[in-house]
């Protein structure tokens, strides 16, 4: 199966990251295969696409994301979960990445944009509570354990999540945690690369995805 190219919040060369202009554009690049995107909890109960849990880095503004509505961050350019979905077409595979305590909201939300079953799309987190979650509420859902290491107590962990896969910082990976985790019956996924040199290295040790951006992103 070949390796799924996923834009890491869009193409934030020519857009602000995790924002719709940033995905559209994504999706333009031919090989992009689809998109990594963040999800937050605005103040007032709506999913929103940001990745930071503060406004600081990208806005210069000290307020946390949990702490305002999401008209507030609509005007900063910060699109809710359900518009994005609307817009970005269904072929476009997606990487959903949940952040702190998204609960009810975020799920709703993609049970209506992506179908009861999750089509071409897969929840991830750092988070084994939001994982589970997720279980909960969608048992057939794929799962994937976010992580910076590949070492055998994270799949371990994966695996008792219930997960379908790892999503594990690149620099982790090579033959052998490939295979390790292939054998415990998981797909892995790698995050973030920007060299081509290295998309191509991990396209041969065959992992299912890879988050890419900068150079990585255009093939």
Excluded at 39 to 54: E, K, L, N, P, Q
Excluded at 113 to 118: I, Y
Excluded at 161 to 180: F, N, P, Q, Y
Aim: proline residues 5%; aromatic residues 6%.
């Amino acid at each position: 199966m070949p390796t799924l190219r996923l834009a890491h919040r869009g193409d934030w060369r020519r857009a602000p990251e995790n924002s719709l202009a940033a995905f559209l554009t994504a999706l333009d690049i031919p090989g992009c295969d689809g998109l990594e995107l963040d999800v937050r909890i605005s103040r007032d109960g709506v999913a929103v696409c940001y990745h930071d849990d503060t406004l600081t880095r990208l806005h210069g503004i000290d307020r946390r994301v949990a702490e305002t509505t999401a008209a507030e961050l609509e005007a900063f350019g910060v699109p809710a979960l359900a518009d994005v979905l609307a817009a970005v077409p269904r072929r476009a595979f997606l990487d959903v990445e949940l952040k702190g305590e998204t609960g009810r909201p975020a799920f709703e939300v993609l049970v209506a944009g992506r179908g009861p079953g999750l089509e071409r799309a897969v929840v991830s987190s750092f988070e084994p509570a939001a994982l589970r979650r997720i279980a909960g509420w969608a048992p057939t859902w794929p799962r994937w354990l976010n992580a910076h290491d590949a070492e055998p107590a994270t799949i371990d962990r994966a695996v008792e999540l219930g997960c379908r896969g790892v999503s594990i910082e690149w620099h982790a990976l090579d033959r052998r945690t490939v295979r390790e985790a292939r054998e415990a019956g998981l797909q892995v996924g790698a995050f973030t690369v920007r060299r081509r040199a290295t998309y191509r290295r991990l396209e041969r040790l065959g992992v299912a995805a890879i988050c890419a951006e900068a150079a990585a992103l255009d093939g």
